[in-house]
């Protein structure tokens, strides 16, 4: 853990004053509120650059592409903005269900949508719910900000959303898998560090089919074909 308040702090001395402050806040009390899973991962959001950079001890891991709010920022409640300012991952909601899972309240309706349904823009895939630590995102986790899949994937990289953070499904089935309840989260105005801006963005590989097993015939004996040769001759 103090190795990566170092290296955050180091970093925060090389950005503009509000994005220090909004790194120093994580390097020196972000952290605190999930020592006791994985203090040394955090999430950084760049509206500038519709990133969002995942770090594990004071590096950049994964740079995902996101979607912030197409109103802008703000934590006013019915606004449709993004909260600006560090909140946590206070909830993960979805584990297991298969991608493009749609979601109503929260819950799993059953139906399935593949990327850029035409006319479908609900909440897919997963949920983390984020809850605002400081005055300016206290009204986060009571305006239902989440950090979610959708099906609009031809808008991630602009903003389009109404106030939540809108990742790829299998995007936020990924960083769903590498992070924890308590995760420290910032979302700030500016860009993301030179590291990150450099790193490109995290692209799912499915994959490979499974082999089918070579087909096995019965036993033979010297000189005579395996029945199930036999049997396929007669059938020609």
Request: overall charge positive.
């Amino acid at each position: 853990m103090i190795l990566l308040a170092r290296r955050l702090l180091a970093a925060a001395a090389r950005r503009g004053p509000r994005q220090r402050a909004l790194w120093g806040l994580i390097a020196l009390g972000g952290l605190s509120s999930c020592t006791a899973t994985k203090p040394d991962r955090a999430l950084l959001v760049s509206v500038a650059d519709q990133k969002m950079a995942l770090y594990e001890k004071g590096e950049a891991v994964r740079v995902y592409g996101v979607s912030t709010s197409k109103f802008g920022v703000g934590d006013k409640p019915s606004s449709n903005c993004t909260p600006l300012g560090k909140m946590r991952v206070a909830k993960k909601i979805g584990l297991g269900l298969p991608p493009g899972m749609v979601f109503k309240s929260r819950q799993p309706t059953g139906e399935v949508l593949r990327p850029n349904a035409p006319g479908r823009d609900p909440i897919v895939s997963r949920i983390l719910w984020l809850q605002g630590t400081e005055s300016q995102t206290r009204n986060a986790f009571s305006r239902f900000i989440y950090i979610h899949g959708t099906p609009e994937e031809l808008n991630i990289g602009r903003p389009a959303s109404f106030g939540c953070i809108r990742m790829r499904s299998m995007d936020v089935i990924d960083l769903f898998n590498h992070v924890p309840v308590g995760l420290p989260v910032v979302i700030e105005k500016g860009h993301l560090p030179g590291e990150a801006r450099r790193q490109p963005e995290y692209a799912y590989v499915a994959p490979p089919p499974p082999v089918a097993p070579l087909k096995q015939f019965g036993p033979t004996r010297p000189g005579t074909r395996p029945a199930n040769a036999v049997a396929s001759v007669r059938q020609r």
